[in-house]
């Protein structure tokens, strides 16, 4: 990152919630509280849906689904074809006797994996489905 298009301001804390602060950057090993700071409002930007849809977005998809349903693993192969450029791996594991779990690892525009993730949970058998981003 630039200096030239970095932006300083000031913050008023409580001491307590900056101690604990501190204590969060220390256990994380961030070299200072800039870039901690940095991360949790990107975080927090992924997470309430106010980052950029366009921007590149790299993460896993996690689905867990009962594999007895019929034809829902051609019907969840078939989806991630449709959004190959999309996906890089991913790993399939059998947890019990009735369900499996995905993990997809995915890199693409944000508003594509939202798409994919989407159209991979609501698949009847899918019982739980979460995109998680780490960039």
Known sequence: MEND????????????????FDSYIAL???GNRSEA????????????????????AIGSISIVYDHHIHELSAK?????????????SS??????HHNCME?????????S???????LAVIKGVKTGKLTLVY
């Open 5 to 20: 298009n970095l932006i300083r301001y000031g913050v008023s804390i409580q001491k307590g919630l900056q101690d604990q």
């Open 28 to 30: 994380k090993g961030y």
């Open 37 to 56: 700071i940095r991360d949790l409002i990107r975080e927090s930007l992924i997470k309430e849906g106010h980052a950029n849809k366009e921007a590149v």
């Open 76 to 88: 969840l192969t078939d989806i991630q074809h449709d959004f190959q450029d999309c996906i890089i």
């Open 91 to 96: 790993m399939h594991v059998h947890i019990d």
């Open 103 to 111: 993990v997809i690892i995915v890199k693409g525009k944000l508003l």
């Open 113 to 119: 994996l939202e798409a994919l993730a989407n159209k």
